[in-house]
């Protein structure tokens, strides 16, 4: 499969712990953006690397919140001493430069925090 | 401020039936509208795109419409199988270059088809 991925596809943590999610985006794009999306409601945007450059941060990406893609490969997100707040899916989504608007979402990751 | 607003929140028909998902939007300016259409428990996947000079376009049985006047769109289904079961998101884009800078997006339609 050539998709995105994501990993874990759940996670449940109790409040306080760190928690770190993984995204492989196709493997040609350069753009990675990472979601956030509560139940009922759209996704929200947290933030996106173009290759391994972060370019943007929603008001929504907390100091607990932070992104990496190192290598301009794949891409972590780390919620550090996690809140009941944080329960949420976690989808990531690349796009490749030339389309930037066709983004192509992973599974994501559901978050439970106990 | 940019925002999208998509009607009806919530939609039930039965299988075989046409439907059509409404959305709003106040997003200045415009480049781009997508429907995307995310399974239960799974990521969105992208039904239609259009630009500012298109609309409409369709996917097989679903077709999108764009009135860029009146800053509305809809998503048509046509002849509805229990698979198209999904809520439904409509996202605008300011930009064509894709950052996600005021991309908005609305919060679904939830359809469901019953046998």
């Known amino acids: 499969d050539t998709g995105v991925s994501q990993d874990p596809r759940h996670k449940i943590t109790k409040r306080g712990q760190n928690v770190t999610f993984r995204c492989d985006p196709i493997?040609?794009?350069?753009?990675l953006y990472w979601y956030r999306q509560t139940l009922g409601q759209g996704p929200e945007f947290l933030t996106y690397?173009?290759?391994?450059?972060?370019?943007?941060k929603s008001r929504l990406l907390s100091d607990r919140f932070s992104a990496e893609r190192p290598k301009g490969s794949f891409s972590t997100l780390e919620i550090q001493r996690t809140e009941q707040g944080d329960s949420a899916m976690y989808l990531c989504?690349?796009?490749?430069?030339?389309?930037?608007?066709?983004?192509?979402f992973g599974p994501g990751t559901r978050l439970t925090v106990t | 401020k940019n925002q999208v607003e998509q009607s009806p929140q919530s939609l039930i028909i039965l299988e075989g039936k046409n439907c059509t998902l409404q959305?709003?939007?106040?997003?200045?300016?415009?480049?781009?509208l997508r429907w995307y259409k995310q399974d239960t428990g799974r990521g969105p996947v992208s039904l239609t795109i259009?630009?500012?000079?298109?609309n409409t376009k369709s996917n097989g049985r679903y077709t999108a419409t764009l009135d860029a006047d009146t800053k509305q769109s809809s998503l048509h289904i046509t002849a509805s199988q229990l698979s198209d079961s999904a809520s439904y998101i409509c996202?605008?884009?300011?930009?064509?270059?894709?950052?996600?800078?005021?991309?908005?997006f609305g919060k679904g339609t939830h359809l469901i088809i019953q046998p």
């Open positions: 989504a690349s796009s490749p430069v030339s389309l930037a608007y066709e983004q192509y």
């Open positions: 493997s040609e794009h350069n753009r």
């Open positions: 690397f173009q290759n391994e450059a972060q370019l943007e």
């Open positions: 959305c709003n939007y106040t997003v200045s300016p415009f480049s781009n």
């Open positions: 259009m630009t500012f000079s298109e």
């Open positions: 996202v605008v884009s300011p930009h064509s270059g894709g950052g996600a800078d005021g991309l908005t």
